[in-house]
């Protein structure tokens, strides 16, 4: 299956289960790693035949900045199904959430969620 990544996508959003993330917000980056066929849209030069990568941005950009959560796994599972409901050429997909600033006592560098889904016809 071929692949078409979109990595370090960037927002800001309010996810988290604690007051100050849900009123201060916070960095979220998004990896999403899609899987679907591209010969044709390779052979035809064709962007029908594939998926716009910047649709796809808007839409993991709508869920990010909007309804928050109280979880990242509860972001990368919207995204998850948003974009497999709306790009029916995707046969499956793994979306990773990172939360750089998650309030963790101590050092780290990343705190993060991946999830991998599968179209089910």
Known sequence: MDKIKLTG?????????LPQEREQGQVFLVDLELGLGLRAAGVSDDLEKTVNYAEV???VRAIVEGEPCLLIEAVAEKIAER???DFSLVQELSVTVHKPEAPIPGRFRDAAVTITRVRHE
């Open 9 to 17: 996508m960037e927002f800001k959003g309010y996810h988290g289960c």
């Open 57 to 59: 941005f808007e839409q």
């Open 83 to 85: 974009v497999l409901a």
